[in-house]
């Protein structure tokens, strides 16, 4: 499951309107271009998301997605099951607003985030089932 996210500072919220879905965000476009398809829904509102294979703790990126709690960052997750359909990009799901919740490793680094309304239950089904993670 090609999965995104746009960071954005505490405003009201209004989907963005576009995001390639590897998690990526506005900081840091080269992110989500390099990404790799390592994300996957774990529950309806669970996800899993790796980052780009060079983005250390350290790094400006990293350290905006493992400190967005004490931050004024919202990540905003969007999703979809493939890339394209057919020659057009397929479209994009817009999740919610996310939080973080725990990370592992470096280069890359490994993230759990939670949903603030589950995703639906059809599309987690559909995302899990093209993941491969059972």
């Keep these: 499951m090609p999965l995104g996210a746009t960071l954005t500072r505490r405003i009201p919220i209004a989907p963005p309107s576009r995001s390639n879905f590897p998690l990526s965000s506005r900081a840091q476009r080269a992110a989500r271009n390099s990404a790799k398809n390592s994300s996957y829904p774990i529950s309806q509102t ?21 400190s967005q709690a004490v931050t004024d960052y919202t990540v905003l997750l969007f999703a979809r099951i493939e890339n394209k359909i057919g020659k057009l990009s397929s479209p994009l799901r817009y999740l919610g607003p996310a939080k973080f919740i725990k990370a592992t490793g470096d280069k890359p680094i490994s993230m759990v985030w939670e949903l603030e309304t589950p995703m639906p239950y059809d599309f987690f089904i559909e995302a899990k089932r093209a993941s491969g993670v059972s």
Excluded: D, I
């Design 46 to 66: 669970l996800v899993h998301w790796e980052s780009q294979s060079n983005t250390s703790r350290s790094s400006p990126a990293g350290r905006k997605y493992l």
